[in-house]
């Protein structure tokens, strides 16, 4: 109810500065972006959040495995 009622003091505190309503506002409008590889993306995100590895989308000639490392783009099988 408490929440309720901030929003709605928001919005009017709002409307009286600016003179029109707040609108929707989000991150996840964008399309995804044809010309980029999903592995190229993963490896990207993963980066951005700090994990060290990230799941590549074809396996390892060597072992098979699709955990890759974000510092170098190794297998993880691999290089242990």
């Keep these: 109810m408490i929440e309720s009622l901030f929003q709605d003091r928001f919005s009017t505190d ?8 707040r609108g929707h506002f989000s991150f996840g409008e964008s399309k995804d972006r044809a010309d980029i590889p999903q592995h190229q993306k ?3 995100n993963a980066r ?3 994990r060290t590895t990230y799941m590549h989308t074809k396996p390892c000639k060597a072992c098979g495995g699709l955990v890759r490392k974000v510092k170098n783009n190794e297998c993880v ?3 242990v």
């Design 14 to 21: 709002f409307n009286s500065v600016f003179g029109v309503e």
């Design 42 to 44: 993963n490896r990207s």
């Design 48 to 50: 951005s959040m700090g």
């Design 77 to 79: 099988g691999c290089s």
